[in-house]
Every structure is written in C-alpha cells, then in structure tokens.
C-alpha cells in the first residue's frame, strides 16, 4: 500500500489579468475576450496494486461571455468614458462549483505497450451558480448608460440580488479515464479526460428567472452612474436541478529524439477553448527529466520537471503577478 497526492490547477483568462480578476476587474491591462476559467483539483489517497482509494476536493469557475459583453463591464468597472450612442450585446454564461468526494480508480496494462486507469468520483457540493444574462445596454453619456437583460440561473448563494435562500447540496458523479501507450520505441502518446458523463442533482434549488433593468439610478461625486437593478419575473425553487460538467482533455505524444533529448507536443481543452504546447526534455540521470514548453496561443511558458514518481510543472504568461493571465502548477507523488 503506497500513498499518493494529486495537486493540479489551470487558470485563463482572455480579458484582464487573473490578480485584476478578483479585483472586480480593475486596472488598464485589459484585451476584449470571451472567456475566463479556472480549474483546481486536489486528491490525497493510497494505492494497492490495482486499485486507489483517495479524498478529493475541487473548485471550478467557468465564464463565457461575447467580447462586446467583456468590453462593456471593464468601461462600466474602470469607470471610463463610454462611447455616446453605442449599444452593447450582453451575453454571460457561468458554471461554478465547490465540492468534496471520494475517488475510486483501477489501473492495469492490456499489453506491456499500453496501460489505462479508469476513475469514478462520488462528489458532493455546497457551492454552486449556473445559468445565463443576456439583454443589452446602451451608453447615453460618457458616464451614463441604459440596459436590460434576461436573467435564468441557479445557486447556493445569490450573488447578483442578494436573495436570501436555504443553501441546498448536491450530489453527483463524475467518470474519468487516462491511458498510456508506447506507440514506437521512440514515441509515447498519454491521454486524460476528466468529467466524462458528469453531473451534479441539487434538490430543492434556488432560482432565478426574470427581466432586470436600470431604472433606479445613482450617481457618484464625479457623475459616473451606479445602477440598483430592478428585477421582474419569479423566484423560487425547484424539486432537482441537474448542473452539467464540461469534460477536460488533456494529451501528450512524446518523441525520442536521441538518449538524452525527448520532442513533446501537449493539447488541452478545457471550457470549448483549444490550447497547445511545443517543447521538450532533457535526461538529467535515471528517472530524472527536466523540460520546457512554450503554449503560442496564450504566450505561456511551462517549466517541469520529472524525477522518479514526483511530476512538478509551473505554466505562466508573464513574471509580475499583475500581468499574469495564464497560469498552472501541477504537482503529483505517487501515480
């Protein structure tokens, strides 16, 4: 029996810098985009022979939104001259979850070339927020603007109109599955995905549904307006909510270039956005690599290093924590 711990956690961000993030977007260093994410998986558990027994615990945060939508609420967050006239799109989608659980997984080999684990997770949650905003909004003056929107989403806690709830859990289970297979004697192919068929039941949910406008306004010492939305339409609770998990893929083909240098290729896609990685390794000693990728879409740059059953890999886009909007750090013992 051997323990093993599993830490790993991918942020991105297309519009402003993860630290501005949970600032509320505040700050200059901004790019219209339609996506921000974070995905954190942590697991402590033991190992014997074929099977593993471990404790999970995960956060995830997923937005999708139009750039339009992104270009709007930094103006509106940064407090900056809007352009008179413009109307703005507004479409937001977010999928949000806190949860805990316990992971079963069985490994074992087909042939002495290709090896698979299958994992099943029992999840339970006390965080959750899904659904959609979509409407627009109109800038009638430089610090002053007009909008309305549909609002459809569920939660633990409402975040948006400060609705007072009995918190629900959920429950739910999530299929993973990973292989690795020698396709050469020079070239290795791993693949992972995560949340494969996943979903969480939450009884007695919370919910939201209805048409939010800004006819209550007010106005800062400099004129710029603050808006206390008005909302119409229902609130309530429903029997069972189903929250849905997008699956995370993950794969890697390695090459042997010569004894002590190794080509690799990564793909990942993780929230419909497709990322990729050129680079390599170089052979320290017996069972000891250190490597280095570079991620062209996001401009990140990847550091690991390998050494017997411990993996580290720290992926960032930039060194001042203010610029920073991609970044990993992964780090394994045991499987």
């Not at 501005?20 to 014997?48: A, I, M, P, R």
């Not at 799109?89 to 977010?94: A, G, K, S």
């Not at 017996?286 to 720290?314: C, D, F, M, S, T």
């Amino acid at each position: 029996m051997q323990p093993y711990f599993i830490a790993d956690s991918f942020s991105y961000s297309e519009t402003v810098s993860i630290e501005s993030t949970l600032h509320g977007w505040e700050g200059d260093n901004f790019e219209s985009g339609e996506q921000q994410w974070t995905w954190n998986w942590f697991e402590l558990g033991v190992q014997y022979q074929h099977w593993a027994v471990g404790i999970v615990q995960r956060y995830d945060y997923a937005l999708q939104f139009s750039p339009e939508t992104a270009d709007f609420f930094w103006l509106v967050a940064n407090k900056k001259d809007l352009p008179v006239g413009k109307q703005y799109d507004l479409n937001l989608q977010v999928n949000a979850l806190h949860s805990s659980g316990v992971r079963v997984s069985y490994a074992n080999s087909l042939t002495n070339t290709f090896n698979y684990r299958v994992g099943l997770t029992y999840l339970q949650a006390n965080y959750m927020i899904n659904g959609q905003i979509k409407g627009n909004a109109t800038a009638v003056g430089n610090s002053d603007y007009d909008y309305q929107a549909a609002l459809d989403y569920a939660y633990t806690t409402d975040d948006i109109f400060d609705r007072v709830v009995d918190e629900p859990t959920g429950k739910g289970f999530a299929l993973d599955l990973e292989f690795s297979y020698q396709i050469t004697p020079s070239t290795h192919w791993q693949f992972q995905v995560r949340d494969l068929f996943a979903k969480l039941y939450w009884k007695n949910s919370p919910y939201t549904e209805g048409n939010s406008t800004s006819e209550r306004k007010e106005y800062d010492e400099n004129g710029y307006v603050s808006i206390n939305p008005i909302l119409t339409g229902y609130e309530g609770t429903r029997d069972v909510y189903v929250q849905k998990l997008q699956p995370r893929w993950y794969s890697k083909v390695s090459h042997q270039l010569t004894s002590h240098y190794t080509a690799v290729l990564q793909y990942r896609y993780q929230y419909d956005r497709a990322l990729f990685s050129l680079g390599g390794n170089y052979k320290l000693g017996n069972n000891n690599r250190l490597g280095v990728n570079y991620w062209p879409i996001n401009q990140a740059a990847e550091i690991n290093w390998n050494y017997h059953k411990i993996q580290l890999a720290v992926v960032t886009d930039a060194l001042r924590s203010s610029a920073v909007k991609t970044f990993g750090l992964s780090f394994s013992y045991g499987l």
